[in-house]
């Protein structure tokens, strides 16, 4: 038998009813994964005899579909990371939804790269940033990009500042060929993708200039000032200032009017790392704290975090559209189109000229069926509450003599140790207290009750309850205090 007389091979089902069937019991599983979320341990370790299995060399011949999610359901599903869980208030991460996984699904099954070219995913892309640049208060003509995260949204909006603001063409030429070193500057609560973005555009560690902050934990404005000054006698090229809309550790939020004020008059680049708060513009409790926002060149926000989208979804906003397509157009000629010209490969906007991915998932889908699903009220009053429940626990965590707040609350972040009062009347050591907050926070987690994550301020290891969840309820903070408190004394 010749090649041509055997049937046609694909990768579609053999039979398409048996896949119908087994897709809508896929369904049926997850929507009752998700209802049923809180009724299961945050978190629970793998088993090494599942680490084991996951560690086995690829089969070579097919396996059936219901036998391949049999496997998922015993190995995989069993473990999550716990993030969608309403007692998960580890690394900021938003809890996901049911209609985002569905759009996420069906983004799949479509399967388009939304790099460019003349269809329909780029048409949404495009709609999505219209209605995030209205939300933040951007002009309708500013620029975007959906993006993996607020990781490459800050690389993005970094780059164009550099390639823009530093007085010569730095993209022909190179950051060598600088006058002086080029230097960005942040606070020393900024998160560390920023430094990583610093250091990927070949300026080195040096070229982020950290800013000591104030007890609120927010950008110290005159040491900014003077430290801008000292630069620019050294020789150095001041280009960017970096505010925080929300710092990762204390959700603190930079006085974004004034940096502003300052940027405009020393003529720098105003980027907003927003992974944080940026999308809390949506809250009214919140509204406020984000002035000035709107005034930046550029803005880093994650949808995938305070608005729940399911991973991954960043956006980048800059509101010059010209200097955001300069610091990366780049049209080899198997991509040349003319505008105005008919067929697949027509069509004036390619997001491909905005970053520097070429191939691009279709993640605007998840994104606007969540927004015309709740409305964006909605998002505000999720987020609202989030915040709310932050001063809640901030008082239950008052009210017990044997927990202190380590840092005023910021948002929706708060942090805090376990201090027991010793019979003896002595106080423990610093030493004690770190190891002795480091098990609890291990025993919350082991024992399935709750996620916290740590951060270390002032030289004080503390517990970090980061609240960007939509499921959490009163009683799971009243849980935690409690827990805290039970698993504290047992351990002195």
């Known amino acids: 038998m010749t090649n041509q007389d055997q049937p046609h091979e694909t990768l579609d089902p053999e039979n398409w009813d048996d896949m119908r069937a087994l897709a809508h019991r896929m369904v049926d599983d997850a929507v009752d994964y998700l209802k049923n979320v ?54 900021y991460m938003g809890s996901g939804t049911l209609m985002g996984a569905l759009g996420d699904f069906m983004a799949a099954i ?42 490459a949204a800050n690389l993005i909006g970094i780059t164009v500042a550099r390639n823009t603001n530093c007085g010569y063409d730095v993209r022909r030429e190179g950051v060598a060929e600088a006058p002086g070193p080029l230097v960005a500057y942040a606070s020393t609560e900024i998160h560390s993708c920023n430094k990583k973005a610093v250091e990927t555009l070949g300026l080195g560690s040096a070229g982020l200039c950290t800013v000591p902050v104030n007890e609120d934990y927010t950008i110290n404005l005159a040491l900014l000032e003077q430290q801008v000054a000292r630069d620019r006698a050294a020789g150095k090229i001041p280009f960017c200032v970096i505010g925080t809309a929300g710092t990762i550790n204390t959700g603190a939020i930079d006085d974004l009017t004034t940096l502003a004020d300052f940027c405009q008059r020393e003529k720098l680049w105003f980027h907003v790392d927003g992974a944080i708060g940026a999308v809390a513009i949506l809250a009214a409790n919140v509204r406020g704290q984000l002035a000035g926002m709107e005034r930046a060149d550029s803005i880093a926000l994650d949808l995938h975090k305070w608005m729940h989208i399911p991973f991954e979804a960043g956006c980048v906003l800059v509101r010059s559209e010209p200097a955001h397509r300069d610091a990366f157009n780049l049209t080899p000629e198997y991509l040349a189109r003319e505008h105005g010209a008919k067929g697949l490969a027509s069509g004036s906007h390619w997001f491909s000229d905005y970053g520097l991915q070429l191939t691009r998932q279709f993640r605007a889908l998840k994104v606007w069926l969540s927004i015309k699903e709740h409305g964006l009220e909605r998002f505000g009053r999720m987020i609202a509450r989030n915040v709310e429940q932050a001063h809640y626990l901030g008082s239950l965590i008052e009210q017990q003599p044997e927990l202190e707040l380590t840092a005023p609350i910021g948002l929706d972040i708060v942090c805090f140790r376990f201090r027991p009062i010793p019979s ?27 996620a916290p994550s740590y951060t270390t301020l002032g ?23 409690n827990e805290t408190l039970r698993i504290g004394k047992s351990m002195i």
């Not at 496997?71 to 599903?77: E, G, T, W, Y």
């Not at 048409?123 to 993996?148: C, F, H, I, N």
């Not at 004690?432 to 009750?449: C, K, P, T, W």
Request: charged share 25%; aromatic share 8%; net charge neutral.
């Open 38 to 91: 809180g009724d299961r341990p945050v978190w629970q370790p793998v088993p090494a005899e599942v680490q084991a299995r996951l560690k086995a060399r690829p089969p070579k011949k097919p396996e059936a579909p219901e036998q391949v999610y049999e496997a998922f359901k015993r190995d995989i599903l069993p473990y999550p990371m716990g993030n969608i869980h309403p007692r998960f208030w580890a690394w």
């Open 110 to 151: 479509m399967n388009p790269n939304v790099g460019g070219a003349h269809h329909v995913a780029p048409m949404v892309e495009r709609q999505v940033l219209d209605w995030l640049k209205d939300m933040v208060g951007y002009p309708a003509d500013a620029s975007g990009l959906l993006t993996s995260g607020g990781s």
């Open 424 to 450: 003896t009347g002595n106080q423990l050591s610093e030493e004690r207290l770190e190891r002795l907050n480091r098990d609890l926070l291990a025993e919350l987690q082991e024992q399935g009750i709750a």
């Open 459 to 481: 030289g004080r290891y503390c517990l970090r309850v980061a609240i960007a969840n939509h499921r959490s309820r009163t009683a799971d903070f009243d849980l935690l205090v």
